[in-house]
């Protein structure tokens, strides 16, 4: 009498592989998804940074001198359109300003909850601050500031 020993199915040895590699696979594609979100939103504030340096620079056309704020604002939240300096500047949501002095109709906040732009103004310059994450078109990941015509990085030990 001849026995058949041969198994049908997977061992519990290959199997535990199996799971072992998948969830490797897992990690690394969840690491990869979560830096790409990252460099996303840098993209984005990037992009609002510069869609707020041109309208400042369309309002000092119009008016003569950038919005003057000598106390931080915060951009995107406590002020969320730029009007003429007549309509109050930056100003909120709730304020009616008329077409023909919107600058910009909708101050973007920063798209990471936590972060945020700050604005501060004198009649001739501005700076906007705002943090990046990953490295990007500007450099390094860190604290940058907006100002007429440029992007720059704080100097190291500043914020």
Not at 6 to 25: D, P, T
Not at 37 to 66: H, M, N, P, V
């Given at each position: 009498?001849?026995?058949?020993?041969?198994?049908?199915?997977?061992?519990?040895?290959?199997?535990?592989?199996?799971?072992?590699?998948?969830?490797?696979?897992?990690?690394?594609?969840?690491?990869?998804?979560?830096?790409?979100?990252?460099?996303?939103?840098?993209?984005?504030?990037?992009?609002?940074?510069?869609?707020?340096?041109?309208?400042?620079?369309?309002?000092?056309?119009?008016?003569?001198?950038?919005?003057?704020?000598?106390?931080?604002?915060?951009?995107?939240?406590d002020v969320t359109k730029l009007c003429s300096k007549a309509e109050g500047s930056f100003v909120s949501a709730s304020t009616v300003c008329s077409a023909e002095t919107t600058y910009m109709a909708e101050i973007p906040a920063d798209p990471l909850s936590g972060n945020i732009?700050?604005?501060?103004?004198?009649?001739?310059?501005?700076?906007?601050?705002?943090?990046?994450?990953?490295?990007?078109?500007?450099?390094?990941?860190?604290?940058?500031?907006?100002?007429?015509?440029?992007?720059?990085?704080?100097?190291?030990?500043?914020?």
């Open positions: 009498m001849k026995y058949n020993n041969k198994q049908n199915g997977f061992s519990l040895v290959e199997l535990l592989i199996v799971i072992l590699v998948i969830l490797v696979l897992a990690t690394i594609s969840a690491l990869a998804v979560n830096s790409q979100k990252a460099k996303a939103r840098d993209a984005k504030r990037i992009s609002d940074i510069r869609a707020i340096q041109t309208a400042l620079e369309f309002y000092k056309s119009d008016e003569g001198q950038y919005p003057i704020y000598e106390q931080t604002l915060i951009l995107g939240k732009y700050l604005y501060y103004g004198s009649a001739d310059t501005f700076d906007i601050s705002f943090t990046t994450e990953k490295p990007s078109v500007l450099g390094a990941a860190g604290n940058y500031y907006a100002h007429p015509g440029d992007i720059d990085i704080f100097p190291s030990g500043q914020k």
